[in-house]
């Protein structure tokens, strides 16, 4: 597991958990990208407790204007999401994604892992390599481990930046059909790949597969 490689015997007494409070909460602060417990780890003194003082910083925040989240398997400060329309700014949108990538978009969140033919099969068409890379530019998606099948085809997730993005932990965090008609956020018209008789506390596959 990614939050026990942390731990590291030293000769050498950890600081304070007060003080690695403080380290925590300056990495976090400082840092553009959610930061695992394992690169915490590495930039704290031989002894420390990184996940201990994140525990102690989530609650510290608690009620507050930013809050400690966890992104993945990593950790980020976030704006609490009652606060989220203060920071909104009316923008001239510059680069929209074509409905074709948005509906191969929620295939994958809602389908990963999967591939390239199965995402064509889902939509009834087929897929272009633009889609697919403007994806993957976005850094929202991301090559997966190939199938065991003839051929073996490469398959497609969604990334940490996705989660951030929207605000989710994991995949599973994703909202379900009626949830998103009822936001106005989905068509009567069913999207591709979102099935209304799809269990929507199915369990998914694991989100980040180790590409072969």
């Known amino acids: 597991m990614a939050e026990?490689?942390?731990?590291?015997?030293?000769?050498?007494e950890a600081p304070p958990l007060a003080e690695q409070e403080r380290m925590v909460e300056a990495v976090?602060?400082?840092?553009?990208?959610?930061?695992?417990?394992t690169d915490l780890a590495g930039r704290m003194?031989?002894?420390c407790d990184p996940k201990a003082a994140l525990e102690l910083l989530q609650k510290r925040y608690e009620g507050r204007g930013v809050r400690v989240v966890r992104v993945g398997d990593a950790w980020a400060i976030r704006t609490a999401p009652d606060l989220g329309f203060l920071m909104q700014k009316e923008t001239v949108e510059t680069r929209k994604l074509s409905r074709a990538a948005i509906e191969t978009l929620a295939i994958i969140a809602y389908h990963q892992p999967c591939t390239r033919a199965e995402?064509?099969?889902?939509?009834?068409?087929?897929v272009s390599r633009g889609t697919l890379d403007q994806l993957i530019e976005l850094e929202w998606i991301r090559f997966g481990r190939?199938?065991?099948?003839?051929?073996?085809p490469v398959t497609y997730v969604v990334t940490p930046t996705f989660l951030d993005h929207f605000g989710l932990e994991t995949a599973r965090d994703l909202p379900g059909?009626?949830?998103?008609r009822a936001a106005g956020l989905l068509e009567s018209r069913p999207m591709p790949g979102l099935d209304e008789e799809r269990d929507e506390d199915e369990e998914q596959d694991d989100l980040f597969e180790d590409e072969a």
């Open 4 to 12: 026990e490689q942390y731990q590291e015997e030293s000769l050498f």
């Open 28 to 37: 976090l602060f400082a840092s553009t990208d959610p930061v695992s417990l």
């Open 45 to 47: 003194p031989h002894g």
């Open 119 to 126: 995402i064509e099969e889902i939509r009834g068409v087929s």
């Open 146 to 152: 190939r199938r065991m099948s003839p051929g073996r």
């Open 177 to 180: 059909v009626k949830e998103l």
